[in-house]
């Protein structure tokens, strides 16, 4: 089990440096890179960007946005910010959290009352690299793996955008309760994720 | 120690996950940065949670990009223009609107963030800003020198990464004139170089620097007329540190 894991850590590295040359080629304006990465990267983006926000057409103005930015700004990409997966995947978060925020505060004005729609059908063709694949295996592993009060406060902020104020609120526990359970789901998705899969030297 | 060390894994938590108000940002994220750039143990927690936040948009379904989408994209790319040498400009304007743009993100996300629909890009210029200073400040390669004062007051370090990348951080500054700035020298045989100038805000304040520390002797502040500072220094030193024997 530890070889497939480093195998698949060695592959993450490889494609680490793969990604960093990409960034490096659309620096300087390579269309093909960027379509390259584009097409790694979008199906996930747009994944997270989807479930955020319920919303197909606003998901993709919000993958669009980070991929537009990544094009004009891949001349400042910061190996230092992580990988080029994670940074972008963070990015396509972070900018649908700002929208659903915004939305909501529209809404707030508007009425009073919110249901959202069920979130789409999402297709089980959506071809990713084996890699990508497994690293996505892995994640979808773990979550489940959370004790049940813990995925639920990710479940409320991560995945639906709320802040921790709110969560607690949704949740019903006092927020010091939703801070300390999201370290502790923090924590134990990074062993699970990455100090696992630095293989061999365990720690007690 | 242990509790307050508790604290910003919860803060870092938080920030990683997009999980904070803005106004909670707004007011955490100076303390932040400040520990940040002290604490080696909580920086390898922020690298960790971060990453660990990019994957956890794996744990739901991708969604298939549509070539309609794709072309729409492509179509974005090739109208936008090019950015030429994507370096940012090394005026002291420069170092200038970088700051603004920093304590501007600490300050105002909150009074900006929900208001501006529509338009975002200033906001999100402001928030690339605050990770770019992250970015220096989590470098694992990083070597502090802390500031001293004469009179004791506040804590002043500059954050220096291997690959010269460096941000200055301050906090309990003393109060200065509106008209006034703190201006930041590195000395070179004996010789003052203008390095930014900046303002302080709750007297925390944040300088990202364009010049290179390392290949400098000391590094030194002092108080001068704003906005713009001067060329030579005009007062004397209330804060300085030797950057190397």
């Known amino acids: 089990m530890s070889t497939d894991r480093s195998a698949s850590d060695e592959v993450g590295d490889l494609q680490q440096q793969r990604d960093l040359a990409s960034i490096g080629k659309i620096a300087r304006g390579d269309e093909h890179a960027f379509g390259d990465l584009f097409r790694r990267y979008a199906p996930g983006a747009l994944g997270i960007a989807t479930r955020v926000l319920v919303d197909r057409v606003l998901a993709e103005e919000v993958v669009q946005e980070v991929f537009v930015s990544l094009w004009k700004r891949a001349g400042q990409y910061d190996g230092s910010r992580g990988t080029v997966r994670s940074w972008l995947l963070a990015q396509a978060h972070h900018r649908a959290v700002d929208v659903v925020r915004r939305e909501e505060a529209e809404r707030r004005r508007t009425t009073t009352t919110y249901a959202p729609e069920p979130p789409l059908p999402s297709a089980d063709d959506v071809i990713e690299d084996a890699w990508l694949a497994d690293r996505r295996a892995r994640v979808q592993a773990a979550l489940p793996a959370l004790p049940d009060e813990q995925r639920a406060v990710l479940e409320k902020t991560y995945f639906e955008g709320l802040t921790q104020a709110q969560a607690a609120e949704a949740l019903g526990v006092p927020l010091g309760t939703v801070k300390s359970r999201t370290v502790a789901a923090m924590r134990r998705l990074r062993d699970t994720l990455e100090r696992r899969s630095h293989g061999g030297g365990e720690q007690s | 120690m242990t509790t307050k060390h508790h604290e910003i894994e919860e ?35 922020y690298h960790d949670f971060r990453a660990t936040a990019g994957d956890l948009a794996l744990g739901v379904p991708a969604e298939p990009v549509t070539p309609a989408f794709e072309a729409k994209v492509m179509g974005a790319i090739r109208g936008e223009a090019r950015p030429v040498a994507a370096k940012p400009s090394r005026s002291r304007w420069a170092v200038r609107a970088m700051l603004a743009a920093s304590l501007a993100a600490v300050a105002a996300l909150g009074l900006f963030s929900y208001s501006v629909v529509g338009d975002l890009r200033e906001e999100r210029a402001r928030i690339e800003q605050s990770e770019r200073v992250l970015a220096v400040l989590s470098d694992p390669t990083l070597q502090r020198f802390s500031l001293t004062s004469p009179h004791g007051q506040g804590a002043v370090t500059l954050a220096v990464a291997n690959d010269g990348r460096a941000v200055l951080t301050g906090s309990g500054l003393p109060s200065i004139p509106d008209d ?59 804060y300085s540190v030797k950057l190397r024997a």
């Open chain 2, 180 to 238: 006034r700035v703190f201006e930041l020298w590195l000395m070179q045989n004996g010789t003052p170089v203008a390095a930014g100038v900046f303002t302080a805000s709750g007297g925390d304040a944040i300088l990202l620097l364009d010049h290179d520390p390392r290949r400098f002797d000391a590094a030194a502040i002092t108080v001068e007329p704003g906005p713009a500072g001067t060329q030579a220094p005009t007062s004397d030193v209330i």
């Open chain 2, 11 to 45: 803060t870092i938590a938080a920030y990683a996950l997009d999980s904070m108000s803005e106004t909670e940002r707004a007011i955490i994220l100076p303390d932040l940065l400040d520990h940040l750039s002290a604490c080696d143990d909580c920086r390898g927690v």
